[in-house]
């Protein structure tokens, strides 16, 4: 029976892409599909720590070893993703001075680079120290921008011949005995890049063999055949500081806990994280308390965070597993490495396998290992190169950053735009066009946005992951209506005003956990720029039913005694005045 | 009105904990001020209010140049954009924000960096801002033959060759310098000893203690009413010693305006180092610091504590005035100025450093109390030449165009005669309009001394 496609890879996240460029750059023909966009699960919600392994050094170290050949190869093959900032197991007074002493060794028994540093060196690398911390170990930590790598990943594997297909979610495996041979998805827009209101559509994509690389979600793909896959979704919230505190990764030293580390990324600080199970990945409280814990905990360690400007907040859910009867109560305790399940040896179904655990700094050698197993399931001999092979962006950095101009921005502008962009800087900035700044928080121009806008239609939050505009303090309140008005004349108004609608809703999303302080008045701004400029708090241009011209006043009356409304606002106080006509009373029961 | 509690708006988050995080850094140009962007919330009200980004579209302004520029950074970047050097320093955007976002230390910090880090220490830019921004160090010598530098500095040739080998505009006349500097004229006149006994003889004039420690003010004069404008410097003595102050005149340097300026922090920091030992030394002597020019009170009012951390430069900065402002505050300026009479018709303009210190109305306020005056306030543009700014071969059309609305509402204006508290202020208004230009202390000594 002839398929579609070879594999069939289900999850555009790291591991999913990882497998998707794996495979491809093997030969393989591969098809991956995404229910939303590219790392729209767990790979964009994590806090963006490259492990150098130390966080595992005493609790599990064959992660640990994994970790630390896994960011060497990371720093050579995705050098535009990654930024090497070092790293700081920080112990504070009261932290046990035996396990600062197990984590030194564990290091030294993975290989991972490990030097001591007094309280007061540690404060020279990082200022923002608090005074009192006692010692440190450093070791190579890095920041990885999991937006960027998973992007590349899956633009490489395009370019080896595969399919992505994002907007695409899986409604059910086709099985036909104890055979999975594809899947039904239904295409948001159609299949090919997203474009807002056009009619979706359904498809069914046959496999010879199909590769379950959905994370938190694998139980709900393996339940549309039957198939038990015990994944334990585990919650951890990641706030977002606007500004860098500190420009090196920031552990806490002590056997294990909430809120132990601080990641510099991009532009920001990210504070993480929690660890609690939950029963749906996609439904979850998200809860103010995790937040302040964040921001308390964390202070003990750098103490300006107590006072600092908070954007956002976010939450992940791991795709925690453990093989069944071992019966661990705490997701803490749950072991980090990754499982491949065959169905055809678990549960006696051929054609599929499902990835569940593991974490996103090994999802190369995951990637690696699912890819071999996959080759082995259709006799294919070919090996893996993913761990030599540059990522698009990241080929001859080196030598590129030399030569490379300005391309007539203003140097902060230029700095970030080819950090952003690497080796494609060239390609993507270099223009005879007008090239304004569109994001301004971000420091990204229209090139760039115009350069994302053709790799994924209009879809505004696609260009967001792969730019980082709107990913600022102004969480989109002053670029998004620019970021969509560059969508246009290609896309026509309505699809536009959809973007940017779906767009400012998501930065909503997380903002409204930060509305405090700065953060607060910049919420205020945003509305109020919206309001005024784009009638965006009451667009009569946007009502479905008509407008009701009996509600408005008519002009001046003689005061008329007849009331409806008791006397009481709308607001809840009292009317000064009771002798109002009744005309000024709106159908909608607003006054304005 | 009066700025007495010094409700400066350096506030950067974290300082609650007594937290301090610049003790690591040897120099004030590594400071991180990545946490001040935490404040903007980008409301451009700076930009609007800048008056360099009004007349210059290329420039991109104060809320670049300060939160975006500073967010962007990473500890180890180096790589100022070269548009902070068209920044006038004007310090507009301080006053402006709604948000207490510290514009003008990020401006001076990465200026500073941008110098360091970006400018050829061999180019003429370099070499001209280095002289401008130490005219100080130029003044005593020009001062020492003042007729013949008058001379040599009037002539076509200097002036040509002042822009083709220096860059400096030829449009822009150089200040006349005094045959005999405030300090010598002090010195002639007998120094703190002398000014003690008249201060005590005005006391018994007035009918108070004759002994009065509490009326003692140490002088922070600044360059260019020691070397150009002694009159204004005299006039201060005068008037302060009128009123019973005795007033001393400790050793001083630069304020470090025109340094701040052209990025030259190193230099700023030598000369700062030297007026805070000698002015806390005045203060702990018991005398408050009173400044003759606004834009020297505002530089060690808060630049000083913003960029240096010197033992008693918070002290130093708490204890400084205006020195118009400190009369209105001790004494009974109205009561005083009562019966007095001063035939004269000005037009005001309030300098950009006076304004940010909460100063601007307080000028025409105090001289209306004088019979026959007639002050009229031009408006609240700024003048365009921000101390060297406008000194500057390449800034010099933009500083004129800035001055425009000022020239103009002068013109309009009833008096043929300027009136400010900024010596650079002052040579632009006269450059401007031909008008002779004068300071208040001036006006306050015609009325109240005989």
Request: hydrophobic share 30%; net charge negative.
């Amino acid at each position: 029976m002839a398929h579609d496609t070879e594999v069939l890879v289900l999850g555009g996240g790291s591991t999913g892409c990882g497998i998707a460029r794996d495979l491809a750059m093997r030969g393989l023909e591969v098809t991956l599909v995404e229910r939303g966009n590219l790392t729209d699960g767990t790979t964009g919600r994590m806090h963006g720590l490259l492990h150098s392994g130390g966080r595992y050094a005493v609790s599990d170290q064959a992660s640990a070893v994994e970790c630390i050949e896994e960011n060497e190869i990371l720093r050579e093959i995705a050098g535009h993703c990654v930024e090497l900032t070092g790293g700081l197991f920080v112990q504070r007074p009261e932290d046990p001075d035996d396990y600062f002493r197990e984590k030194l060794e564990g290091c030294r028994d993975c290989d991972i680079p490990a030097r001591v540093l007094s309280g007061r060196e540690a404060r020279e690398v990082e200022p923002y120290l608090a005074k009192d911390v006692k010692r440190a170990i450093q070791v190579p930590d890095g920041a990885v921008d999991p937006f960027r790598l998973c992007v590349a990943n899956a633009i490489d594997a395009e370019n080896y011949g595969a399919r992505i297909e994002t907007h695409a979610e899986v409604i059910d495996l086709l099985r036909d005995g104890d055979d999975i041979y594809g899947v039904t998805v239904r295409h948001d827009s159609g299949p090919g890049k997203h474009t807002h209101k056009t009619p979706g559509t359904t498809e069914d994509i046959t496999a010879e063999y199909v590769v379950n690389a959905t994370g938190a979600w694998a139980g709900q793909i393996g339940a549309m055949a039957d198939l038990d896959v015990e994944v334990r979704p585990s919650k951890g919230v990641m706030t977002i500081m606007n500004v860098r505190q500190v420009d090196t990764v920031i552990n806490r030293c002590r056997p294990k806990g909430d809120a132990d580390i601080i990641v510099p990324h991009e532009t920001t600080a990210i504070l993480g994280t929690t660890d609690e199970e939950v029963s749906d990945p996609d439904d979850y409280p998200e809860e103010k308390w995790e937040v302040d814990m964040m921001i308390d905990t964390l202070s003990e360690l750098v103490p300006i965070l107590e006072e600092a400007r908070t954007i956002r907040s976010f939450w992940g859910v791991r795709p925690l597993y453990e093989p069944p009867g071992r019966g661990t109560k705490d997701p803490t305790d749950i072991t980090r490495d990754f499982f491949l399940l065959d169905h055809a040896e678990r549960d006696g179904v051929s054609g599929m396998s499902s990835i569940v655990g593991g974490k996103f700094t090994t999802y190369r050698a995951m990637a690696e290992e699912i890819s071999n197993h996959v080759c082995d399931q259709l006799g294919v001999r070919a090996s893996c190169a993913t761990a030599k092979e540059a990522l698009p962006g990241s080929e001859n950095l080196a030598v590129l950053e030399e030569g490379m101009d300005d391309f007539g921005l203003r140097s902060p502008i230029a700095r970030r735009s080819k950090q952003r962009l690497g080796s494609r800087s060239q390609e993507v900035l270099e223009t005879d066009d007008p090239n304004p700044v569109v994001c301004q928080c971000e420091g990204v121009t229209r090139a760039e946005v115009q350069d994302a806008i053709e790799q994924s239609g209009s879809d505004l939050n696609a260009v967001r992951i792969r730019t980082r505009a709107s990913m600022g303090n102004c969480q989109g309140g002053f670029c998004c209506a620019n970021m969509a008005n560059e969508l246009h004349p290609e896309y026509d108004e309505e699809t536009t005003r959809e973007a940017l609608d779906e767009l400012f809703q998501e930065r909503w999303k997380g903002e409204r956990h930060a509305l405090w302080g700065e953060q607060l008045s910049q919420a205020m701004l945003n509305y109020a720029l919206h309001a005024t400029t784009m009638n965006r708090d009451n667009d009569p241009a946007s009502r479905t039913e008509g407008v009701d011209y009996g509600v408005f006043d008519s002009g001046a009356q003689t005061a008329s005694p007849a009331r409806s409304d008791g006397g009481k606002r709308t607001d809840g106080g009292d009317r000064a005045d009771g002798s109002r006509s009744s005309s000024d009373l709106r159908s909608d029961g607003g006054e304005r | 009105m009066s700025d007495a509690e010094q409700p400066m708006d350096d506030h950067v988050p974290g300082e609650e904990q007594g937290f301090e995080p610049i003790e690591v850094f040897p120099e004030a140009e590594d400071m991180d001020l990545r946490p001040g962007a935490d404040n903007c919330y980008k409301c451009s009200t700076c930009d609007t209010n800048c008056p360099v980004a009004e007349v210059d579209d290329e420039f991109p302004g104060p809320k670049f140049q300060g939160p975006e520029q500073w967010r962007l950074k990473r500890q180890e970047d180096h790589d100022i954009d070269e548009s902070v050097m068209k920044c006038s320093n004007c310090m507009r955007c301080d006053s402006a924000c709604p948000s207490e976002v510290p514009l003008s230390q990020m401006h001076n910090t990465a200026r500073a960096e941008y110098v360091e880090e970006n400018m050829s220490k061999l180019s003429r830019e370099y070499w001209r801002n280095r002289m401008l921004s130490n005219y100080r160090k130029l003044a005593p010598l020009a001062a020492t033959f003042p007729r013949t530098a008058n001379f040599v500095m009037g002539l076509s040739a200097t002036q040509w060759m002042g822009e083709k080998v220096m860059g400096i505009a030829s449009e822009r006349e150089f200040p006349e310098f005094a045959t005999q500097t405030f300090r010598a004229w002090w010195t002639e006149r007998g120094g703190n000893d002398t000014s003690r006994e008249r201060a005590r003889a005005a006391r018994a004039r007035r009918g108070e203690e004759t002994e009065n420690p509490h009326k003692r003010i140490a002088y922070f004069h600044g360059c260019y009413s020691n070397y150009n404008t002694p009159e204004v410097a005299k006039a201060l003595v005068r008037v302060y010693e009128h009123l019973g102050y005795a007033v001393m005149v400790p050793e001083q340097s630069c304020s470090g305006t025109p340094m701040f300026a052209n990025g030259m922090l190193e230099d700023a920091r030598r000369a700062a180092e030297t007026n805070v030992r000698e002015l806390a030394d005045a203060i702990e002597n018991g005398a408050d610091i009173v400044a003759s020019c606004s834009s020297c009170s505002m530089s060690i009012r808060q630049e000083y504590p913003e960029l240096f951390d010197f033992e008693g430069t918070e002290g130093v900065a708490a204890n400084t005035w205006d020195a118009v402002e400190y009369l209105r505050v001790h004494e009974d300026l109205k009561d005083e100025l009562e019966g007095t009479a001063v035939d004269a018709e000005f037009a005001y303009h309030a300098p950009c450093h006076a304004r940010n210190q909460g100063l601007d109305g307080q000028t025409v306020e105090v001289l209306s109390a004088i019979d026959g005056i007639d002050v009229e306030d031009v408006g609240d543009s700024c003048s365009g030449i921000s101390g060297t700014y406008g000194w500057k071969e390449e800034n010099y059309e933009t500083s004129m165009k800035i001055g425009e609305e000022m020239f103009e509402h002068m013109e309009d204006a009833e008096a043929t005669t300027g009136l400010t508290e900024c010596p650079t202020c002052s040579m632009q208004m006269g450059h401007g309009t031909g008008y002779e230009i004068t300071h208040t202390l001036e006006v306050l000594e015609a009325a109240l001394v005989d």
